[in-house]
């Protein structure tokens, strides 16, 4: 069984930047599929950005140039750097696994807030 701990949410002020730090446990495989979701309040949860082995597969088209999805496959530890963060970017961002015949797993979600 795989599971998920995201880490790294906070409040920051619009323009600023933070890293999230997804820590996977469990059979975990360097080519499984990895990426970060986002939720906001009165909305449909949303992909942010994917990855594959070490390789982005997909950024969201709000967040591409901004964002920077990466993976220690050693540390079985994904991270998503955020940059020139906008208060819309607020959301609970959860960390997503794809393995072998579609399993699936989600952490628990971090909390972004941007606010002046």
């Known amino acids: 069984q795989v599971h998920l701990v995201e880490s790294g949410g906070g409040l920051v002020q619009p323009g600023g930047s933070l890293r999230l730090s997804c820590a996977a446990s469990?059979?975990?495989?360097?080519?499984?599929?990895m990426g970060w979701y986002r939720q906001a309040p009165g909305k449909q949860r949303e992909l942010v950005a994917t990855m594959i082995s070490d390789y982005p597969l997909k950024y969201a088209d709000s967040v591409k140039g901004r964002f920077t999805i990466s993976r220690d496959n050693a540390k079985n530890t994904m991270y998503l750097q955020m940059n020139s963060l906008k208060p819309e970017d607020t959301a609970v961002y959860y960390c997503n696994w794809v393995g072998l015949f579609g399993r699936e797993a989600w952490g628990q979600g971090t909390q972004v807030t941007v606010s002046s």
């Open positions: 469990g059979s975990i495989r360097s080519i499984d599929t």
